[in-house]
């Protein structure tokens, strides 16, 4: 992309087939992905920031358009998303998940609509933001890393008000079928580490067999999920309470050792007003004072710990918030919306800026195989930019 401004502006769908090439699985890097847009930015006298990962391999990228203001400033609205995608190993495509197909009304390609169908509204309305005078900043945030937990972005945020501008709105571009969303779930992951006893199967009084401790402390996640539902209900939810889900287990050796060592990871949907820490505390309570003594009776060594890996927190803008104000009107909608997935909404919301979610495309088609997002989704999310970029010239 040349450092001068093309000589003709691109279309979103044609932007979106450039973001579908980059193959920007979590684990991948980002890097040419983030340099493109640094590049098509620049084509339009537009600054980035890179704000590079200490991996090397990810960069969140920040930019402004119009009324700029110092770092150190407040002011402005935000639109974020973040460019990794989940990966598609082992899912059955009809297609090459990183070349955008069309067909029909539909374009198809990992990540369109889960979220590089909004990165691509946004960067096909530059043009347009620039084509006014603005009295209110527009922010273009990038992020990393948000399917693996929304960390990426926290960084970047961690600059806000420092070395970068803090916006006094942001709106989270994740599909929501340009519906207005003022919150979600949240998330907390744990794993908990079993070491019991090993020993002859033929003699597991001699051992502890981690792989049973395992299955109680699991039985016993299902009734602490029983209480926290009864504990705390969320009517604007769906489901409408907290749930707890096991992803992951691993350990033993052999059919006839009794296992020493098992773990498994498992998280917590976060309604608002639930403590991210409350169920890891509860099953280590339950593992100190139902297992862990008879384990030790057979062997001092036996442990169980649970730790916490990860915390995405529950979002409730609140209402009547600046966010979700703005975005019904800009959006012509009356009614809001709560999902259960969790985005970097949280995030922002947490470091005081007014923040809400709305964007193209469906959430049934995310981390899904034929991954697609319908053309309209696109020409509804131009339309609502246009009409940011109308607020933030007025």
Not at 141 to 158: H, L, R
Not at 290 to 298: D, I, Q, T
Request: charged content about 20%; proline content about 7%; glycine content about 10%.
């Amino acid at each position: 992309m040349p450092a001068e401004r093309q000589r003709e502006d691109l279309s979103a769908k044609a932007i979106l087939g450039h973001l579908i090439s980059f193959d920007t699985t979590s684990h991948k890097t980002n890097l040419p992905m983030a340099a493109w847009i640094r590049d098509y930015l620049a084509g339009y006298g537009v600054e980035s920031r890179m704000l590079p990962a200490e991996n090397g391999i990810h960069t969140n990228l920040f930019a402004t358009i119009g009324a700029a203001r110092g770092a150190t400033s407040r002011g402005g609205i935000g639109l974020s998303g973040h460019m990794d995608v989940v990966p598609t190993t082992g899912q059955p495509w009809d297609t090459d998940p990183f070349e955008m197909v069309e067909k029909g009304s539909r374009l198809y390609g990992r990540g369109t609509s889960d979220m590089k169908g909004f990165l691509a509204c946004m960067l096909a309305s530059v043009p347009a933001f620039q084509a006014r005078p603005l009295q209110q900043p527009i922010h273009l945030i990038f992020s990393y890393d948000e399917e693996v937990g929304c960390t990426g972005v926290i960084p970047m945020i961690a600059e806000f008000g420092k070395t970068l501008p803090k916006p006094e709105i942001v709106i989270v571009g994740e599909p929501s079928m340009m519906t207005v969303v003022d919150g979600h779930k949240g998330g907390s992951r744990f794993r908990t580490e079993i070491i019991g006893k090993d020993a002859h199967s033929s003699r597991p009084d001699l051992g502890v067999g981690s792989i049973f401790v395992a299955a109680d402390l699991i039985a016993e996640l299902r009734r602490i999920e029983a209480r926290m539902q009864e504990a705390y209900p969320a009517p604007r939810f769906a489901p409408p309470y907290p749930t707890i889900t096991v992803s992951f287990i691993e350990g033993g050796i052999a059919h006839n050792i009794i296992p020493p060592r098992c773990a498994f990871q498992w998280g917590v949907r976060l309604t608002p007003g639930l403590d991210a820490r409350e169920a890891g505390d509860m099953l280590q309570a339950y593992a100190e004072r139902e297992l862990l003594p008879a384990m030790r009776a057979v062997h001092p060594d036996c442990a169980i710990t649970t730790e916490l890996l990860g915390l995405m927190p529950a979002f409730l803008s609140g209402e009547g918030s600046p966010a979700t104000t703005l975005a019904l009107k800009l959006a012509g909608q009356n009614a809001i919306h709560t999902v259960s997935y969790g985005t970097e909404a949280s995030h922002f919301h947490a470091a005081g800026c007014s923040a809400v979610v709305c964007g193209p495309g469906d959430i049934a088609q995310a981390h899904q195989p034929n991954e697609f997002i319908e053309m309209a989704e696109l020409d509804n999310c131009m339309a609502f930019l246009l009409r940011v970029r109308d607020w933030a010239a007025a």
